[in-house]
């Protein structure tokens, strides 16, 4: 009966702990809400952007041509803007536009970031190997001790149920004595 009592407060308490991570974790998810790149200008003139990240389309190639200020660029990126109010919005851009977007941001003295896609390592599998090795390590372990704790009690209980314990040889006359 204890043993059964301390498993539920074990089980309980793992839980909640889980529950707990889990709530935790979902309260610090954003959602981007779809807003168009001329509504996104407006509110930079306005002063209602927090900050804006600028994700250009990996492989875009963006060059800025010094002379005019004029930046060109093949391909498709995303802003992620952050209002002062506390509202998020993702914005489609040309990356040609970028250029054009940084400065009207650094003018209405708005902080930006772009975003650099970094490349992938490769990933070792040692260090896989490793860790399924000692998942099965740890499982091992755990059956081997199921398998004694059962086969200790079922020990036990034969000996308490079906066999007298064992008794002295008594002192009465029936057993020889050595003279």
Do not use: C
């Amino acid at each position: 009966m204890r043993s059964t009592r301390a498993l539920r407060i074990a089980l309980l308490g793992a839980f909640l702990t889980v529950a707990l991570a889990a709530s935790a974790g979902a309260a610090t998810v954003i959602h981007f809400q779809a807003e168009s790149l001329p509504a996104l200008k407006a509110q930079l003139h306005k002063h209602e952007v927090h900050a804006l990240t600028f994700h250009p389309k990996a492989g875009a190639v963006v060059s800025l041509n010094a002379a005019t200020g004029v930046g060109s660029a093949t391909g498709i990126g995303h802003i992620h803007v952050s209002m002062n109010d506390g509202r998020y919005y993702t914005v489609v851009y040309a990356a040609g536009e970028q250029a054009r977007l940084i400065a009207l941001a650094s003018a209405d003295r708005t902080r930006y970031a772009v975003a650099t896609v970094k490349p992938k390592a490769p990933a070792t599998t040692h260090h896989t190997l490793r860790y399924i090795a000692g998942g099965i390590v740890i499982v091992v372990i755990v059956v081997v001790a199921a398998v004694l704790l059962v086969d200790r009690r079922r020990k036990l209980g034969e000996q308490g149920e079906g066999t007298p314990p064992p008794s002295s040889p008594s002192s009465s006359g029936d057993s020889p004595t050595p003279t």
